[in-house]
Nanobody, 115 residues
């Protein structure tokens, strides 16, 4: 059974940075297209960044382009999200998961950006 554990969240001021990590265990991580998702208070969970397993090509939702960078380390079975120039609207619980058929969701990591 695949387990996903997110970490790295916290409280930062607007303009600050955080690096989120997601550790994956129990599966064949190297063949998963992976994504970072977030759920803001009162909103649906949304995909913010993704990375393919084939060529590591990234995808970003428009609202984070130029500020967030997704990366992966297949040897460590981990995916990362570097978040720079954070804005209050980035406040949410962040999750990682496989893009195609999601695994059970982890607990996520809370990111709070103060203005």
């Amino acid at each position: 059974q695949v387990q996903l554990v997110e970490s790295g969240g916290g409280l930062v001021q607007a303009g600050g940075s955080l690096r989120l990590s997601c550790a994956c265990s129990g599966g064949t991580f190297s063949v998963y297209h992976m994504g970072w998702f977030r759920r803001a208070p009162g909103k649906e969970r949304e995909l913010v960044a993704a990375i393919t397993w084939t060529d590591g090509k990234p995808y970003y939702v428009d609202s984070v382009k130029g500020r967030f960078t997704i990366s992966r380390d297949d040897d460590k079975q981990a995916v990362y999200l570097q978040m720079n120039n954070l804005k209050p609207e980035d406040t949410a619980v962040y999750y990682c998961n496989r893009l195609t058929i999601p695994f059970d969701w982890g607990q996520g990591t809370q990111v709070t950006v103060s203005s």
